[in-house]
């Protein structure tokens, strides 16, 4: 009996070391494996991303023209925010209304001067102008307003399921997109007592070609000197007559 139980508490006696061995090894492990699967994220192909934000923004006057509103409600996320250039602010579903109705017409709308900015794989940022001829607006009451002009826009990209969508969106309008600076105007001297008035000085004589030396100048011919004149000729005395005796 006692041979059994000897037996018996040497089994569980190993069974307890083993399973403490392994309870403190095992943890190790996990680590190990977690460390080795971790992989780093893809660079992003800008190239590819610039390409597909350039030909979304290029379909805006397309989009105008057309009234086409299913790609507004593409392209415009349902939680987008859009600045309008007099300060008002608008949602996807308002947008997409105004442009089935043809509340913004245009003779004429060019996209110019794209630059996007590829901030990681799902993000990016882009700036570009927009150039409208003759641009009209129907307001609510409406009246029509002007929007001819030029305007920079900002937009904010981020990709949803794969797809490019624009999360945000302001536009300012260029009040003077030629004008230039004007210089400074010097200020005027303040006025003092005036100068003597110089002798005009005698006409310089035209300048020569090159490797000709200038003409010298004749100089003025003196006045003939007066001559003087001659002292009178004084009559010699005539001899008196002698008198006859």
């Known amino acids: 009996m ?13 069974a307890l070391l ?8 095992s943890p190790q492990t996990t680590n190990t494996n977690t460390a080795s699967t971790a992989t780093p994220e893809p660079t992003p192909n800008k190239a ?15 989009i105008i023209k057309e009234h086409d509103a299913a ?23 308002q947008d997409a ?17 794209i630059k996007a900015n590829v901030l ?22 409406g009246k029509s307003v002007d929007l001819s002009g030029q305007y920079l826009s900002m937009d904010t990209f981020a990709r949803r399921n794969g797809q490019w969508q624009l999360v945000a969106a302001a536009s300012v ?3 003077s997109p030629n004008a230039t600076a004007s210089p400074t ?17 005698s006409p310089r004589v035209a300048s020569s070609p090159k490797g000709t030396p200038p003409p010298r100048v004749t100089p003025a011919l003196k006045g003939t000197p007066v001559p003087k004149p001659s002292p009178a000729i004084k009559p010699e005395p005539t001899p008196a007559k002698t008198k006859t005796p």
């Open 120 to 141: 990681d794989n799902d993000s990016a940022v882009v700036s570009l102008r927009n150039t409208v001829k003759n641009g009209k607006v129907k307001s609510p009451d």
């Open 97 to 113: 209304k105004d442009i089935e109705a043809g509340t913004v017409t245009a003779d004429s709308w060019e996209i110019s001067d």
């Open 173 to 175: 309008k260029i009040l």
């Open 48 to 62: 590819a991303i610039e390409a597909e934000l350039i030909r979304i923004e290029n379909d805006w006057p397309r």
């Open 2 to 14: 006692k041979k059994y139980l000897s037996a018996a508490g040497l089994f569980l006696a190993t």
């Open 71 to 93: 790609t507004v409600r593409r392209i415009e996320a349902d939680d987008v925010s859009i600045i309008y250039p007099d300060g008002s602010t608008g949602n996807k579903e």
């Open 185 to 201: 105007p010097k200020a005027s001297p303040s006025p003092g007592a005036s100068p003597a008035i110089k002798a005009t000085p």
């Open 18 to 25: 083993a399973f403490s061995q392994f309870g403190c090894a």
